[in-house]
C-alpha cells in the first residue's frame, strides 16, 4: 500500500550481494590459503603503486597534495549520500486525506482520516474482544503524479485481546469497514489486519461468553 518499487529493490539488493561474495570469498580464502595470500599481497602492492603514479599527475596545494586524493573519497561519499536520500523516499504514499471528492461547482471535499478512526474508535468502545485500532490511509501506487484520480486506500488495524474468537474479531472488522463506507457515502479499499501487540500481551484474557 505504498510508493516502493519492491522489484528495483530486490534487483538492488541482488546486484550488491552478487558484488560482495567475490570480495568476501577472496577475503576468506587469503586467510587460509598462504599461495593466495602471497598473490593478494602481489595485487595490492600493484595497485597501490598505481595509486601512487596517479596522485602524481594531479598534485594540489599542502595539506591535500593530490586532487585524486579528494576526487576518490568523495565519489563513495556521493554514493552514501544518495543512498540515503534513495531511502528516504522509499515507502511513503501516507495521507492523511481518507477520501476525496470533486464537484465543478461547490470545489473539492476532503475527509481527514482522523475522524474515520475516531468513529472506528468510538464503535469499538465498550468492545471486550479488541484493545487498540488505528486507522490510517495511503495514496496508491501511481497517485503520487495524479492524487486527484484515485482515492486514498486505507489500513484498519485491530489488536485483539487475548481469548478473543477470532471469528469475532473478523465481524467485527467487517462490521467496522461497512461502517466506513456508510461515513464516506462510498466503498473504499481497506487492508484490515488482525493481530497483537504490547496492550494484547498485558490485557486480561476474554473468553466469549
Request: net charge positive; hydrophobic share 45%; glycine share 10%.
Amino acid at each position: 500500500m505504498n510508493n516502493t518499487n519492491r522489484a528495483l529493490n530486490r534487483i538492488i539488493l541482488a546486484i550488491t550481494g552478487l558484488a560482495l561474495l567475490p570480495a568476501g570469498v577472496l577475503a576468506a580464502g587469503a586467510a587460509l590459503v598462504p599461495a593466495l595470500a602471497e598473490q593478494w599481497t602481489t595485487v595490492t602492492s600493484g595497485l597501490l603503486e598505481r595509486w601512487r603514479h596517479l596522485l602524481a599527475t594531479a598534485p594540489a596545494p599542502d595539506p591535500l597534495g593530490s586532487w585524486w586524493a579528494l576526487a576518490v573519497p568523495a565519489l563513495p561519499l556521493l554514493g552514501a549520500v544518495a543512498s540515503v536520500v534513495w531511502l528516504t523516499r522509499q515507502g511513503g504514499g501516507r495521507t492523511g486525506t481518507a477520501a476525496l471528492a470533486q464537484d465543478p461547482e461547490l470545489g473539492d471535499t476532503a475527509v481527514d482520516v482522523s475522524y474515520l478512526a475516531a468513529a472506528v474508535e468510538e464503535a469499538l468502545e465498550g468492545n471486550r474482544a479488541v484493545v487498540g485500532s488505528s486507522l490510517t490511509a495511503w495514496r496508491g501506487r501511481g497517485n503520487r503524479r495524479n492524487k486527484r484520480n484515485t482515492s486514498p486506500k486505507l489500513r484498519l488495524t485491530l489488536q485483539a485481546r487475548k481469548g478473543a474468537s477470532p471469528r469475532e474479531v473478523a465481524d467485527l472488522a467487517e462490521g467496522l469497514v461497512c461502517g466506513i463506507d456508510a461515513l464516506l457515502g462510498h466503498r473504499s479499499t481497506v487492508l484490515v489486519r488482525i493481530g497483537s501487540g504490547p496492550r494484547t500481551k498485558l490485557a486480561r484474557a476474554h473468553r466469549p461468553g
